[in-house]
């Protein structure tokens, strides 16, 4: 497993309810979205948007927690593909999907290839770690990990963003200093 995709837990992620921001934002998963989870791990998230009824693509290094990921979408009937890649080189067609997101994973030069993913109009959810994590005890540790105050937001340029925040958050009883955000691909 590569330390990039798993940044901050050697706890399996499985039986967590999606994070609080993608559930504020639910609504932009449902019947016909075609949404990318990079880094999904186990799969919490994806989930989640299949039941919105998403067509849902998910990404990971992991093969294990693909096949957590796997098991539990067929078990569930949900429209989940798997997809076992290298996150640093693999491509990412254009303009695929109507929704990209990604939770605890940050690759600072994937951005471009990321952003590109989306169609114009769709969404960018994203939600990884701030460098104040550091104080809390537990998570990842390297800047290569972790996000300066305000650097998501220029990550995400040129998107418009809808609603961003920077908090320090309790996630399974622990504090998280997360930034978050939800961007907009302007439209043609």
Same mark, same amino acid.
């Given at each position: 497993m590569e330390a990039s995709t798993r940044l901050f837990s050697r706890r399996p992620e499985r039986g967590l309810p999606p994070s609080a921001w993608f559930t504020w934002h639910a609504r932009i998963f449902r019947p016909g979205v075609r949404v990318l989870d990079l880094a999904s791990g186990s799969g919490r998230h994806a989930l989640a948007a299949a039941e919105r009824g998403a /067509?849902?693509? =998910? =990404?990971? =290094?992991?093969? /294990? =927690?693909l096949g957590i990921l796997e098991r539990e979408a067929q078990r569930r009937?949900?429209?989940?593909?798997?997809? #076992?890649?290298?996150? #640093?080189t693999s491509q990412i067609a254009p303009a695929s999907f109507d929704v990209v997101m990604m939770f605890n994973y940050l690759d600072r030069g994937r951005f471009p290839d990321i952003l590109g993913a989306v169609r114009p109009d769709g969404h960018l959810l994203a939600e990884t770690f701030l460098v104040a994590q550091r104080d809390q005890g537990w998570g990842p540790q390297s800047d290569d990990h972790l996000l300066q105050p305000g650097e998501l937001l220029r990550l995400v340029k040129p998107f418009e963003v809808v609603l961003s925040r920077e908090v320090i958050e309790v996630i399974d009883g622990r504090p998280a200093a997360l930034a978050s955000v939800l961007a907009i691909r302007p439209g043609k």
């Amino acid at each position: 497993m590569e330390a990039s995709t798993r940044l901050f837990s050697r706890r399996p992620e499985r039986g967590l309810p999606p994070s609080a921001w993608f559930t504020w934002h639910a609504r932009i998963f449902r019947p016909g979205v075609r949404v990318l989870d990079l880094a999904s791990g186990s799969g919490r998230h994806a989930l989640a948007a299949a039941e919105r009824g998403a /067509e849902v693509v =998910a =990404a990971d =290094a992991d093969g /294990e =927690a693909l096949g957590i990921l796997e098991r539990e979408a067929q078990r569930r009937q949900l429209p989940v593909k798997c997809l #076992h890649v290298d996150l #640093h080189t693999s491509q990412i067609a254009p303009a695929s999907f109507d929704v990209v997101m990604m939770f605890n994973y940050l690759d600072r030069g994937r951005f471009p290839d990321i952003l590109g993913a989306v169609r114009p109009d769709g969404h960018l959810l994203a939600e990884t770690f701030l460098v104040a994590q550091r104080d809390q005890g537990w998570g990842p540790q390297s800047d290569d990990h972790l996000l300066q105050p305000g650097e998501l937001l220029r990550l995400v340029k040129p998107f418009e963003v809808v609603l961003s925040r920077e908090v320090i958050e309790v996630i399974d009883g622990r504090p998280a200093a997360l930034a978050s955000v939800l961007a907009i691909r302007p439209g043609k």
